[in-house]
T-cell receptor, first 112, second 116 residues
Framework: SQKIEQNSEALNIQEGKTATLTCNYTNYSPAYLQWYRQDPGRGPVFLLLIRENEKEKRKERLKVTFDTTLKQSLFHITASQPADSATYLCALPSGGYNKLIFGAGTRLAVHP | NAGVTQTPKFQVLKTGQSMTLQCAQDMNHNSMYWYRQDPGMGLRLIYYSASEGTTDKGEVPNGYNVSRLNKREFSLRLESAAPSQTSVYFC?????FGGGANEKLFFGSGTQLSVL
């Protein structure tokens, strides 16, 4: 079955730098992949969706890439700010339709 | 717009007790979902409802039942709670089901459940 791997170690970076988070999946390439942000005590919030025929997607300071050869998506936050500190989750459909499976997430901490 | 509303926010149960988690969305979405989140394991799908009148099992359905009461409401019931069901439960909804253009999920703020 499809599995998602995200780095379980927290990523600590300095304000202003670019944060790069990785999402790897194990089996077939999904039709699309999503990224969510989750703050402590809150539900995940959708950020971006990238489809398998799209190499890259941008939204303001966010950029997502999707490499079906490497079975990997990268999530970049440029000019990071302390307010970007949160856990970022990768999700993709598995078992058909919109049954999303989620990675465990990577916690990002941006230090002033 | 409230989005997805879950009640209660916190609950403590004793082993064997039953309870129902309530979820309602005001976005006129067709599909609704229940996930549980445990440390280090990510969100796991318990049950989902592709549309009003249908429900299906997700990845971890054992010990749970659901009811899609109407288009707005989707409840999750624990008939006989067990310590292994201690978790944070999230309800979510989406506009479409089946690979449509609006596959993104909208989540509620969660219910923290402890079973002693």
């Amino acid at each position: 079955s499809q599995k998602i791997e995200q780095n379980s170690e927290a990523l600590n970076i300095q304000e202003g730098k670019t944060a790069t988070l990785t999402c790897n999946y194990t089996n077939y390439s999904p039709a699309y992949l999503q990224w969510y942000r989750q703050d402590p005590g809150r539900g995940p919030v959708f950020l971006l969706l990238i489809r398998e025929n799209e190499k890259e997607k941008r939204k303001e300071r966010l950029k997502v890439t999707f490499d079906t050869t490497l079975k990997q998506s990268l999530f970049h936050i440029t000019a990071s700010q302390p307010a970007d500190s949160a856990t970022y989750l990768c999700a993709l459909p598995s078992g058909g339709y919109n049954k999303l499976i989620f990675g465990a997430g990577t916690r990002l901490a941006v230090h002033p | 717009n409230a989005g997805v509303t879950q009640t209660p926010k916190f609950q403590v149960l004793k082993t064997g007790q039953s309870m129902t988690l309530q979820c309602a969305q005001d976005m006129n979405h067709n599909s609704m979902y229940w996930y549980r989140q445990d440390p280090g394991m990510g969100l796991r799908l318990i049950y989902y409802s592709a549309s009003e009148g249908t429900t299906d099992k997700g990845e971890v359905p054992n010990g749970y039942n659901v009811s899609r009461l109407n288009k707005r409401e989707f409840s999750l019931r624990l008939e006989s709670a067990a310590p292994s069901q201690t978790s944070v439960y999230f309800c979510a909804s989406s506009e479409a089901f089946g690979g449509g253009a609006n596959e993104k999920l909208f989540f509620g703020s969660g219910t923290q459940l402890s079973v002693l």
